[in-house]
């Protein structure tokens, strides 16, 4: 099938995710993938005498030799995808056609080979997973200590570290990292046990109690373990489980762009994504610069946040041993969640590998608003050398609104002179040991230090 322009394009067939990604999730994999569960079916079967050693090698012969437009051709005379493969592979191995397919339903083949492209994609996402979080270690390690000004609800508060801010996002994709390997490592496929699940079909072939070795056999030719348990399908628990951790990620990825377009603009302007010299901000202000990388995260974030809701659905509703709901929406639930996913690293990835720093703005606002947070150590310094708790937070209450109006003003912050020299404060101690209680640049606590055990954590668990 060619692409048409004239026709709609999914955004992710061409625009988001990588080719990767988009391969893993093709026709044409899909379906090399149930020709090679028929050829692992066809080869257990011959050892249990099933069938017969040169009708297996047919089928190897022809494993890969898929013909799309031709499956698509028959698809469109009997409408069912699987049988319009499995009879183009037949109409290719004339020896072993006839023994294809034998003793399965569809899902014995669908489902094994949808486990198997989950499994493929969760890697592809741990691996780009990894290099971002190798990169946020770097970042982090080279700004662990250099001060900024926190904010908690949106206003100036206490100061920190930009690699300390940073650490905080890096450990979020550190749990995703450890959320989505496990999940990866567990990812289990339907085996073959027919119709509903019991067996019955292949039971009748090899006899029931060959059946856990037939089971056993073909798990390690897939090299996937089997559900003990499943219906016609395996649970589709599973697949809410994957979209639940590539939420997650999304909403990690999220927060970090998030802050970022708010620290990108002009009035803060501490972090910037990167942006070429060719690159135009806006059609109608040649100015702009505009966080365009962030934003596209935030808005495929968004959507990738509400794909666990279908597969909830999908796995709640599957009624009794089985329904068909289920089947439009996964062509397109499936691959577009990871390819979402991958996208999304992607971005993150260039940002992280550009991220601009401007130290000038960092210590600006630092300048501006730090002064604020070293009243609580002049509070507790005073409190200590017995001063009245209460009247000396009035007094550095009302020094902190003379500082807040000039500021207002755009004038310089003034409170560090103003408490240097307010002769009550002198009285328990003086300007020398003040003004270097207001320095805010050393009250960080211990943020560069936690901040470096993140690195050394981060490259223990991912290299």
């Known amino acids: 099938m060619k692409i048409d322009y004239e026709s709609y394009i999914s955004p992710f067939s061409w625009r988001y995710g990588s080719k990767e990604m988009r391969e893993i999730w093709s026709e044409a994999n899909k379906r090399r993938l149930w020709r090679f569960i028929w050829v692992a079916l066809a080869e257990v079967q011959?050892?249990?005498?099933?069938?017969?050693?040169?009708?297996?090698?047919?089928?190897?012969?022809?494993?890969?030799?898929?013909?799309?437009?031709?499956?698509?051709?028959?698809?469109?005379?009997?409408?069912?995808?699987?049988?319009?493969?499995?009879?183009?592979?037949?109409?290719?191995?004339?020896?072993?056609?006839?023994?294809?397919?034998?003793?399965?339903?569809?899902?014995?083949?669908?489902?094994?080979?949808?486990?198997?492209?989950?499994r493929q994609s969760l890697v592809q996402v741990l691996d780009n997973l990894k290099i971002l979080l190798v990169l946020f270690a770097d970042k982090i390690e080279t700004w662990s200590g250099t001060a900024l000004i926190g904010f908690t609800h949106l206003q100036p508060a206490e100061p920190s570290t930009l690699g300390y801010r940073l650490a905080s996002y890096a450990q979020d994709l550190l749990s995703d990292w450890e959320t989505l390997d496990g999940l990866c490592n567990q990812i289990r496929g339907k085996g073959f046990k027919g119709a509903v699940g019991s067996g019955a079909s292949f039971g009748e072939l090899i006899g029931v109690e060959n059946l856990a070795e037939f089971e056993r056999r073909?798990?390690?030719?897939?090299?996937?373990?089997?559900?003990?348990?499943?219906?016609?399908?395996?649970?589709?628990?599973?697949?809410?489980?994957?979209?639940?951790?590539?939420?997650?990620?999304?909403?990690?990825?999220?927060?970090?762009?998030?802050?970022?377009?708010?620290?990108?603009?002009?009035?803060?302007?501490?972090?910037?994504?990167?942006?070429?010299?060719?690159?135009?901000?806006?059609?109608?202000?040649?100015?702009?610069?505009n966080p365009i990388n962030a934003e596209k995260i935030n808005s495929l974030a968004r959507a990738l946040a509400q794909m666990p809701r279908l597969a909830w659905d999908n796995a709640a509703h599957s009624l009794l041993e089985r329904t068909l709901d289920d089947s439009a929406n996964r062509r397109t639930l499936l691959p577009e969640a990871f390819l979402n996913a991958d996208e999304l690293l992607r971005v993150t990835i260039r940002i992280i590998e550009g991220l601009r720093v401007d130290e000038i703005a960092l210590a600006r606002n630092l300048s501006i608003y730090g002064p604020f947070a070293g009243t609580e150590r002049v509070l507790m310094a005073l409190s200590k050398c017995g001063a009245d708790r209460q009247a000396m937070h009035e007094r550095l209450r009302k020094h902190a609104l003379v500082a807040w109006s000039s500021i207002r003003e755009g004038q310089p912050n003034p409170l560090i002179d103003l408490i240097r020299q307010d002769s009550v404060l002198n009285g328990y101690l003086p300007q020398g040991e003040l003004e270097a209680l207001l320095e805010s640049g050393n009250y960080v606590g211990d943020a560069p230090q936690r901040a470096s055990s993140l690195v050394s954590l981060i490259r223990q668990m991912v290299g």
């Not at 049988?83 to 397919?101: D, K, R, T, W, Y």
Request: a negative charge; one cysteine or more.
């Open 218 to 289: 073909l798990s390690e030719r897939l090299e996937l373990a089997f559900y003990p348990v499943t219906t016609q399908t395996y649970p589709r628990k599973q697949e809410y489980q994957v979209l639940c951790a590539l939420a997650g990620l999304a909403g990690s990825l999220y927060k970090f762009a998030f802050d970022l377009r708010l620290l990108q603009s002009p009035p803060l302007g501490e972090l910037a994504e990167p942006f070429s010299s060719a690159q135009v901000g806006s059609s109608a202000m040649p100015f702009k610069r």
């Open 46 to 118: 011959a050892e249990f005498g099933l069938v017969q050693p040169d009708q297996v090698s047919d089928l190897q012969e022809h494993v890969n030799q898929v013909d799309v437009d031709r499956a698509l051709e028959i698809e469109a005379a009997i409408h069912h995808d699987l049988m319009a493969e499995l009879m183009a592979f037949a109409e290719q191995s004339p020896v072993g056609g006839g023994i294809l397919h034998l003793g399965a339903t569809s899902m014995d083949i669908e489902d094994n080979a949808d486990a198997l492209r989950i």
